[in-house]
């Protein structure tokens, strides 16, 4: 049966929901079948809009060819043919196909790798298949699949709405619509426009609020917006500010090329040497000051970088990111799940005291921890109102019964039963729920039997501004019922003291239990009830405040992750501020907080938290002035992470705010790393953020942040080679068309050191793993130069000792007469040389390469290994002696050329031990 729509078939939504589930041959609850799936899968294809097809071999090759760096090449190839030397010329072409090449394979295997991050980053979907749930990627949808969908989902495909809850659909991506649109089940005449087509959802979209089951009727190139896909085919991601930098930095390094060009012309007239040996050498010089393989060095490292974080767990959907982490100054983390390991377990309850009878009211102790099955309810600490303050407490005592009862119900969370006594429940949905199961089952509540008895008639789902979630359920024998569960303060705000059976002293009791609770680092929930027929439909939030009545307290322990209290100190050690931001207590977030080291808590300051309410009475100068001493804020809404996020800006600080919501999607946006939760994450968050963190754990940010840090390190030791091996190159040459000297390179050999001997060296500096102490530097400064002064210092002096090894070399085996071949070949061999010895240099500003550390870098050591192997080539190979003007020099003669060049290495040796001991002895 095809499940393609006919053209005389109504639209989708004209049609009732159950006509739509016949009309795919589907089923409402337990969605498709297997078989079904197979079919419709090789029938319609993969849910996905059409892709630009992978840029051919061949685009790719010619692409190396559209650059300054080969036209020059080319020209001088013309010259060189022009005046004769035809060995020059075919050199010349021979290096500009090896460049090709090398950047042919370079590019392909920078898009492979991203292409691997984007499919880790792909679009998921909760379906119903055989009438199980199934996690799965949006490309798997097909017609007919019944999508499961909950505030903060993504819409992976265009679906008729078969049941709902409250749905509100964010569909501003797709129609325009600036505020999220109330959904409905009921059928639309056929004309209805797109926009209000109420009983539809439709692919990129995202759901705001509520739940719903939608049967799949497009997929593809069939959905709404697939329609529209070639309106943004060919889109890209903007280049990076680094990349502009790099790109203003190498046109400079053109500008100044062409000055040198002309400057070694000029001088060459003036000496009467021959026009055309100093115009292709002039062009050779040129080459070497052209910043060849930065572009494709920056390439690899952003590539190579990303594909550490994703194996560390953090997956980058934004270029921008990698450089910015090594910014980073701020890391502003929410605290469950990410700080702590999100293995919630309830521990205390507290019962209201009888509303005329005063008193603290009880608290209980759950034993147990996880979702072990054992467990016992016993009173702890002191209960006024109880005769017996430390016996056991009877979990069919009416108070106590009432308040497991809301705690099962007011629950989205499954619970399965383990299979033997000593194995845990399974819990299916959030963690906190899922405690609350876990508690209700430890006092013997059969849940199944429970939910049969009360069923669920309707929901008012978590919202985050009211921090409030509510069900009605009809109770056998008794009006309907309404259960409340959220913060305690929220739900208090319900429960006024005009309310039926609340005495004042209660909402004061209830308070300074759930402050307690907090400062022992519980998450505490708060329980009510309302019990009235006039419920049945209609109402909100609003219209219960007044008439609920409180049933307790439930307070949950999330302990600590063990590798957080690490990390926060390698945060602090490398100048970065965790702060944490939860929707917790602030005392409980201050508890765990000082726990982990993110308050600091002396004798000489102590970090304090701050509430939502207390953040909304603050001014804008006031929170800037206290930023610095808050390390907690809790009970904060969206809008006001959004305020935090850029008061922090405001002075000047780096932001990386983490977020799972869909309401956090406008701080991850403004942050300047947004991170996504990837367990607990939204499809809205997720695509708001940069990064997303696979395993929501607060040491991953921390990592990425670390490899960041290496990834702009690595770009800038790059930057270091190049520029260092340029400069000594062209101050070569000026000394000697100044000293009076003959050309001391040949133009092909001043092409093979930049293009040969230069390239197999600088892609692979950038696949330097990490220094080992880049979390003991302080952040990477916004608008930090490329060429620093501490970079500046270190190029003059590795410059002008290879200056100092190679012209000295020259004009002392030039004086004793030697053949210009000679002269050349050896004065070529030194200059490698200090190629080679520099490459070590750059590894490290304050490490010695004494230590090997090129042994860690196999790719770097194999570059080496082939420079060393091609200048071989070049010297005893007899047909590249004639195309290199060389001769092969005897084994012997080696060694003091070998013990010259290394002169610098051991300069730059004396420079870091001088760097290293100014670091011991501090400024």
């Not at 060009?261 to 000496?271: E, I, N, P, Q």
């Not at 309310?499 to 998450?523: F, N, T």
């Amino acid at each position: 049966m095809s499940t393609r729509p006919e053209s005389t078939e109504r639209p989708w939504h004209a049609c009732e929901a159950g006509e739509a589930v016949q009309r795919l041959a589907s089923d409402a609850s337990r969605g498709l079948t297997a078989a079904q799936v197979r079919e419709r899968l090789a029938e319609h294809g993969p849910n996905a809009l059409p892709e630009a097809p992978p840029r051919p071999l061949w685009r790719t090759l010619a692409h190396q060819f559209k650059s300054p760096l080969i036209y020059i090449l080319f020209v001088a190839a013309v010259l060189a043919v022009a005046l004769g030397h035809h060995g020059d010329a075919a050199v010349i072409l021979a290096v500009v196909v090896v460049n090709a090449l090398v950047g042919t394979f370079q590019e392909g295997r920078a898009e492979r790798s991203m292409a691997a991050l984007r499919r880790l980053a792909a679009l998921h979907a909760r379906v119903a298949r055989d009438g199980h749930e199934v996690l799965l990627e949006a490309r798997e949808l097909v017609p007919g699949d019944l999508l499961l969908l909950a505030a903060g989902d993504a819409v992976g495909a265009d679906a008729r709405l078969v049941e709902l809850a409250q749905l509100q659909v964010a569909e501003a991506a797709l129609t325009g619509e600036s505020v999220p649109v109330v959904k409905a089940l009921a059928a639309l005449p056929e004309a209805t426009g797109l926009a209000d087509r109420h009983d539809m959802v439709y692919a990129g979209t995202f759901i705001a609020a509520g739940r719903a089951r939608a049967v799949v009727v497009a997929t593809g190139t069939h959905t709404e917006v697939g329609r529209i896909a070639g309106l943004t085919a060919g889109a890209q991601e903007p280049k990076t500010p680094l990349e502009h930098r790099i790109e203003r930095f190498g046109r400079w390094l053109v500008g100044a090329a062409l000055g040198l060009f002309a400057l070694v012309v000029a001088l060459g007239l003036w000496r009467n040497l021959p026009l055309a040996e100093v115009l292709m050498v002039a062009i050779s010089q040129m080459v070497s000051m052209v910043p060849e393989g930065l572009p494709v060095a920056m390439t690899i490292a952003l590539a190579v970088g990303m594909q550490r974080m994703a194996t560390r767990g953090a997956i980058i959907r934004r270029l921008s990111a990698v450089e910015t982490l090594g910014s980073t100054t701020v890391i502003c983390s929410d605290k469950t799940g990410t700080l702590t390991k999100n293995e919630m377990t309830a521990v205390a309850l507290w019962l209201p005291p009888a509303s005329d009878a005063g008193g603290t009211g009880r608290e209980i102790a759950v034993s147990g921890i996880g979702y072990a099955p054992q467990g016992e309810f016993t009173a702890a600490g002191r209960a006024a109102d109880r005769a017996d303050p430390d016996g056991p407490e009877d979990p069919e005592d009416p108070a106590l019964a009432t308040l497991l009862q809301a705690a099962a119900l007011c629950n989205d969370a499954e619970l399965l039963p383990p299979n033997d006594e000593r194995a845990g429940w399974t819990v299916i949905g959030d963690p906190t729920e899922g405690a609350l199961l876990v508690l209700a089952a430890k006092a013997g509540i059969d849940l199944a039997a429970l939910r049969r008895a009360a069923p669920r008639e309707a929901e008012w789902p978590f919202d985050a501004d009211n921090k409030l979630m509510a069900t009605r359920h009809a109770l056998p024998g008794a009006p309907r019922r309404v259960y409340l569960k959220g913060a305690p303060e929220s739900v208090l705000r319900l429960c006024s003291e005009d309310a039926p059976a609340v005495h004042p002293a209660v909402g004061q009791a209830a308070l300074a239990a759930a402050e307690a609770m907090a400062a022992r680092a519980l998450r505490v929930l708060a329980f009510a009830m309302v019990d009235d027929e006039a419920l049945a439909s209609g109402a909100t939030f609003d219209t219960l405040a007044g008439r609920a009545r409180l049933l307790g307290l439930v307070g949950e322990i999330d302990p600590p992750r063990d590798e957080v209290k690490v990390a926060v100190a390698e945060c602090r050690a490398a100048g970065i501020r965790p702060v944490m931001v939860t929707g917790d207590h602030k005392l409980t977030g201050l508890a765990i907080a000082r726990q982990l080291g993110i308050a600091r808590h002396d004798a000489e300051v102590s970090d304090r938290a701050v509430d939502g309410s207390e953040l909304e009475r603050m001014g804008e100068a006031e929170l800037r002035e206290d930023l610095p001493h808050i390390a907690v804020f809790a009970r904060v809404h969206p809008a006001q992470k959004l305020r935090i996020v850029e008061a922090l800006q405001a002075r000047g600080e780096v932001v990386a705010m983490t977020g799972d919501g869909v309401n956090d999607a406008p701080a991850l946006a403004r942050a300047d790393v947004g991170v996504a939760m990837g367990i607990t994450g939204t499809e809205v968050a997720k695509s708001a953020a940069k990064i997303v963190i696979t395993d929501d754990n607060f040491a991953t940010i921390v990592g990425a942040v670390e490899q960041g840090r290496v990834v702009y390190g690595n770009l800038k030791k790059v930057i270091l080679f190049l520029f260092a091996t340029s400069v000594d190159e062209v101050v070569v040459l000026l000394l000697a068309l100044l000293g009076g000297y003959p050309l001391p390179l040949a133009a092909v050999q001043i092409l093979w050191i930049n293009i040969v001997t230069e390239g197999t060296l600088t892609v692979n500096l950038v696949m330097d793993p990490p220094d080992g102490d880049e979390m003991q530097r302080t952040p990477v400064p916004r608008d930090d130069p490329l060429v620093d002064r501490t970079m500046l210092g270190r190029v003059l002096l590795m410059a002008a000792m290879a200056v100092a090894a190679t012209f000295g070399w020259f004009a002392w085996r030039a004086g004793q007469g030697v053949a210009l071949d000679q002269l050349r070949t050896e004065t070529f061999t030194v200059l490698a040389m200090c190629q080679w010895f520099n490459v070590l240099n750059c590894q490290s500003a304050t490490r010695s390469a004494l230590r090997l550390g090129v042994l860690q870098n196999r790719w770097l050591l194999g570059g080496l290994a082939l420079s060393v192997l091609l200048h071989g080539v070049v010297l005893y190979a007899p047909p590249m002696n004639a195309l290199f003007h060389t001769v092969p020099l005897a084994p012997a003669a080696l060694l003091p050329l070998v013990a010259l060049a290394s002169s610098v290495l051991w300069a730059e040796e004396l420079r870091k031990v001088v760097a290293r001991a100014r670091r011991r002895n501090g400024p």
